[in-house]
């Protein structure tokens, strides 16, 4: 597995990692225990070194699982957490008109890297990102606090998740950031706008999130595939049945130039986003160890500066039909 640096901080990576997220939350019922510290072992022993959670998801849960799992190999690994919503009797509190369903004041970020640290069966988080911006909070604040915190030794590099350019701008100033976190795939390009170029300026390192589209780039959705209860993509405009239809043209764009490559619509897909940029790390999430494998076999492949042009072209005749989020969640990002 090649490495990358995450922008000017010096902290190397894979070139894809591994976004643990699924294995306990969100996306349909979590896995059993076991089934989640054999997958998190079999990527690191392929090569993947940087596993991606969050307090929020379980909540608690998959820190606790990403933390068994890594604990014998604590010192190869990079772990990247989140703090930022607040947490109520073991349930993610919702926001409403008054509140926001956030908290990043400075005492309560201390609070969560502690209790993260024991979660994760480790004495420093190599990355810690605010995982939503918290209008009730200045970012400056946000960004004082983990400088204490990586004073302290208790975390290596500061990140943000789904920031707008502004707010990147100013945490830097105050505690330069390594990597921000956001979604961008073939099928959600709105980064390109502002997003990275201000990221390339300031020397700062991209992960994205969903890079399979939640999935659907794989090509394994189709227009009737029921989710569990449990997904979030029940909610998700751009996942309702009429519009999965629609967008099935870019999938299938995409597998058509996954044929002539000799790869798979994932590896297009995630093969893609390692070409835009030497300092993006995408951290695809799965279940299983076959998707795990054609997942890490995108960085094998390579596109040519043709085969990027005639992707784009494709794409861009293609309108992706369904807004990425509900308009309460839409609210939370690009602040």
């Not at 090649?2 to 894809?16: F, T």
């Not at 605010?130 to 204490?148: F, L, M, S, T, Y």
Request: with cysteine; aromatic share 6%; charged share 25%.
């Amino acid at each position: 597995m090649q490495k990358r640096r995450l922008g000017k901080s010096g902290l190397e990576v894979s070139a894809i990692g591994l976004g643990c997220m699924g294995l306990s939350f969100g996306l349909g019922p979590a896995v059993d225990k076991q089934t989640g510290i054999t997958l998190i072992r079999a990527a690191f022993e392929r090569g993947v070194t940087l596993f991606d959670t969050a307090e929020v998801y379980g909540p608690f849960t998959n820190e606790e699982l990403v933390g068994e799992a890594l604990a014998s190999v604590r010192d190869q690994v990079v772990i990247a957490t989140k703090f930022g919503f607040k947490i109520e009797n073991g349930k993610q509190a919702r926001g409403d008109g008054k509140q926001s369903g956030l908290d990043s004041r400075p005492e309560h970020i201390k609070q969560v890297a502690e209790a993260s640290l024991k979660r994760l069966r480790t004495d420093r988080i190599d990355l810690f990102y605010q995982h939503r911006v918290d209008p009730d909070v200045a970012i400056e604040d946000v960004a004082g606090a983990v400088k204490d915190l990586i004073q302290q030794g208790k975390v290596r590099h500061f990140g943000l998740s789904e920031a707008g350019v502004n707010t990147i701008r100013r945490a830097h100033a105050i505690q330069p950031v390594t990597a921000l976190q956001s979604e961008y795939s073939l099928w959600w390009r709105e980064p390109e706008n502002e997003t990275i170029p201000t990221l390339e300026q300031l020397g700062i390192g991209f992960v994205p999130f969903s890079p399979l589209g939640k999935g659907f780039l794989t090509g394994a959705i189709s227009k009737d595939t029921q989710f569990d209860k449990t997904d979030f993509r029940n909610i998700v405009p751009r996942f309702s049945a009429e519009n999965r239809a629609a967008n099935q043209a870019l999938v299938d764009m995409i597998g058509r130039f996954a044929q002539q490559k000799k790869a798979t619509p994932a590896q297009i897909a995630l093969a893609w986003l390692l070409a835009q940029k030497p300092w993006i790390v995408p951290i695809p999430g799965t279940t299983k160890l076959h998707r795990l494998e054609e997942n890490l076999g995108a960085a094998n492949v390579e596109l040519s500066p043709q085969d990027l042009r005639e992707l784009d072209s494709a794409a861009a005749k293609i309108p992706v039909q369904g807004a990425r989020y509900p308009e309460e969640l839409q609210k939370l990002v690009g602040r």
